[in-house]
């Protein structure tokens, strides 16, 4: 499966301000009906430095690759690494993400 197209910086921008939040241990999820199908990964300096920061994106692509194909195309989605994060298998980072998306990325 191909990744959602990413969000560009005017499109991050319209999406956070127009979107919920949904807390998760390892991530917090925004989702917005402003911008379809597109999606963006955030990791602050507060995550880590340079390579913990790398590597909490890719857990979070790829947490996000597997249920891609459950949630629907009229939204997109934010997901934010939080620190919790650097600690954890890609496993644990989808479950998380699996029960965000049920608490409020599908509805």
Do not use: C, H
């Not at 499966?1 to 005017?10: I, P």
């Not at 917090?28 to 913990?52: D, I, P």
């Amino acid at each position: 499966m191909k990744l959602w197209k990413r969000l560009n910086e005017s499109e991050f921008k319209s999406v956070f301000g127009s979107s919920k939040k949904y807390f998760g241990r390892y991530v917090v999820l925004f989702v917005s009906t402003a911008v379809r199908r597109k999606v963006g990964f955030v990791a602050s300096k507060k995550v880590g430095k340079a390579v913990k920061r790398n590597r909490a994106k890719r857990l979070m692509r790829e947490a996000f690759l597997r249920v891609e194909a459950e949630i629907p195309e009229d939204r997109s989605y934010i997901l934010v690494a939080r620190k919790s994060i650097t600690s954890v298998k890609m496993w644990d980072v989808y479950e998380d993400l699996k029960k965000l998306l049920k608490e409020g990325g599908k509805k």
